[in-house]
């Protein structure tokens, strides 16, 4: 980054992150070039947003059709990309109704919302879990086990109770004052760790026998992360309401709440809205989106590239265990990953950190074979230039 750019960042954006001192112009499929015609391997794909790479003729091609288009109507009137994409959603779900916001934390915001709803005034209470994170509103911030984030806004909303996760203790918080669970299937913040299967279950039979919703939050491990088209696919287990963001449109800035029509039963007209959810331009790139991560091949790709990804790693010394699904995978290091992740940006290798000591590796969706050898080289090497440790 020219020192001018540099310090004009430091005088106009809030200090809500810690960046490098680099600018980012360009990309192509899973590569980032700087101002100073650097490249960078890019293993974190906009923290699971860029699905299909940088520079995608798919996300191009829709890009164009799409300002040919309307951009905005406001959801006072339908659009025709609005409900082809509502209906994909649906086709290829266990949902019968789509509500559409313009991020994680907002589809959060609804799926709290509409769970509360549906509960009515004796069923309140929203059940999480530790090392959750669900977004930074205040409702879903309320949600979520992450104290630098929760603490510095306290008193947050009232009503969450925190469990266990994959804990079968976690049932007993479950009670007739639980209006809805809310779980990741696979926890990204919070370090890659998978909800067991058979727990998913239980939290099912669970939230049954009481009458609670059960909600998947799958804003990062979802639309092919995991190499189902839902993460929740690998368990067996269908939610009543599921959150949606990241990869939905490409890049654009797009959320949805998925819900069966038993939980649509309860919404009314005007207890929640949007202004920009669901807007034509977005929808219409979002659609060209899950047409292409639905299909097998890609899927098959996931699956392919993530176990290609997870046999690279574990062979490198100072990583102690590798977790994941598909191209979510996190390793767990000695140390602590920020600093690991400072040390492979120099290697010009991105990924992002976790909780535990994990490092995310987040790769576009159609990552090569070739940048995921170049990738474990590359987190190879910033393992060896720290202390590094044994396994």
């Known amino acids: 980054m020219s020192p001018s750019l540099s310090s004009l960042a430091d005088e106009v954006l809030a200090p809500t992150y810690v960046r490098p001192d680099t600018t980012f112009v360009s990309g192509d499929g899973s590569w980032l070039v700087d101002t100073d015609g650097r490249r960078f391997l890019d293993m974190t794909s906009g923290v699971a947003v860029n699905a299909l790479g940088h520079g995608s003729p798919i996300i191009q091609r829709a890009l164009r059709s799409a300002a040919d288009g309307l951009i905005h109507t406001s959801n006072l009137f339908h659009t025709a990309p609005a409900v082809r994409l509502a209906a994909g959603l649906v086709e290829r779900s266990f949902a019968d109704r789509v509500f559409f916001c313009n991020s994680g934390a907002e589809a959060v915001e609804g799926a709290i919302k509409f769970a509360r709803l549906f509960g009515g005034p004796d069923r309140r209470e929203i059940v999480y879990f530790d090392g959750s994170f669900h977004g930074r509103t205040l409702g879903a911030l309320a949600a979520t086990d992450k104290p630098l984030a929760r603490e510095p806004f306290e008193p947050l909303p009232a009503g969450y109770t925190r469990a266990t996760f994959g804990a079968t203790d976690a049932l007993a918080s479950i009670s007739a004052r639980t ?29 049954d026998a009481v009458g609670a919703l059960l909600v998947f939050d799958e804003v990062q491990c979802g639309l092919g992360r995991t190499g189902r088209l839902w993460a929740h696919e690998h368990s067996g287990v269908r939610p009543d309401i599921m959150t949606l963001a990241k990869p939905l449109a490409g890049g654009l800035p797009m959320g949805a709440v998925l819900m069966t029509e038993r939980v649509s039963a309860r919404v009314t007209t005007g207890c929640h809205a949007t202004t920009f959810g669901g807007g034509p331009f977005v929808a219409s790139v979002a659609l060209a989106v899950l047409d292409h991560i639905g299909t097998p091949s890609l899927l098959q790709g996931v699956v392919e590239r993530g176990a290609q990804l997870r046999s690279g790693l574990e062979r490198l010394r100072g990583v102690s265990e590798v977790r994941g699904l598909g191209l979510m995978v996190g390793a767990r290091v000695q140390g602590g990953g920020k600093d690991l992740v400072r040390r492979a ?36 090497r910033a393992l060896a230039r720290g202390d590094g440790g044994t396994r």
């Open 179 to 207: 209006a809805a669970v809310i779980v990741e299937p696979v926890q990204g913040e919070g370090g890659l760790r998978i909800a067991p299967s058979d727990w998913l279950q239980a939290l099912r039979i669970r939230c």
């Open 345 to 380: 940006f120099e290697e010009g290798l991105l990924v992002v950190a976790a909780a535990q000591d994990v490092v995310r590796f987040l790769p576009p969706l159609n990552v090569g074979a070739a940048d995921v050898d170049e990738a474990v080289v590359r987190f190879g």
